[in-house]
């Protein structure tokens, strides 16, 4: 099974901070990562796919990069709607694990 | 719009079984790929089962391995869980999901299983 870390667990930020979110795997999966937000009480919602594509709908801020065993996800500038918990997922080995997120709040 | 329902969700003894289901409309169903994904309580997310499109192929987590059953009727868009010999670890939330071939761009709202010892 391959794992993936997620740091730093917790992220205190203002908005209009930039920041970037990272994410390791055990193993190599090329560019088969997604980045999820999740709000409290709300299902996930898809940012990005294979690494660096921007899912329907999502703003321009938000950015992805990596392959291979290393990845982030960039905020350019933090709007208050942004202040959430990041998953990022791997599909290239089932079963499709999860980071263990990191919490983005405000400072 | 596309639309993910979950129901089936409930308190349940430890050892016990329960059958989730996952009214789906708004896209084409019987052509994608669909998720089952829990989150206990203020935990993280985990994958737990998976079907292609037309059930043939289905996967597990180890975790819920040769306990859970995952299954589909395309004739009225339905996604199933089964869930057997459930344990407190199991207890959850449950979130229907479709997997675009890339990532999973549907979510339902999600259905509590809570399991007590």
């Known amino acids: 099974e391959i794992v993936l870390t997620q740091s730093p667990a917790t992220l205190s930020l203002s908005p209009g901070d930039r920041v970037s979110l990272s994410c390791r795997a055990s193993q190599g999966i090329s560019s088969y990562l997604a980045w999820y937000q999740q709000k409290p009480g709300q299902a996930p919602r898809l940012l990005i796919y294979d690494a660096s594509n921007r899912a329907t709908g999502i703003p321009a801020r938000f950015s992805g990069s990596g392959s291979g065993t290393d990845f982030a996800l960039t905020i350019s500038s933090l709007e208050p709607e942004d202040f959430a918990v990041y998953y990022c997922?791997?599909?290239?080995?089932?079963?499709?694990?999860f980071g263990p997120g990191t919490k983005v709040d405000i400072k | 719009e596309v639309q993910l329902v979950e129901s089936g969700g409930g308190l349940v003894q430890s050892g016990g079984s329960l059958r989730l289901s996952c009214a789906a409309s708004g896209f084409s169903f019987s052509t994608s790929a669909m998720h089952w994904v829990r989150q206990a309580p203020g935990k993280g997310l985990e994958c737990v089962s998976a079907i292609n499109y037309n059930g043939v192929s289905t996967y597990y987590a180890n975790s819920v391995k040769g306990r859970f059953t995952i299954s589909r009727d395309n004739s009225k868009n339905t996604l199933f869980l089964q869930m057997g010999s459930l344990r407190p670890e199991d207890m959850a939330v449950y979130y229907c999901?479709?997997?675009?071939?890339?990532?999973?761009?549907?979510w339902g709202q999600g259905t509590l299983v809570t399991v007590s010892a």
């Open positions: 997922q791997q599909r290239s080995n089932w079963p499709f694990t």
């Open positions: 999901a479709r997997f675009s071939g890339v990532a999973i761009d549907y």
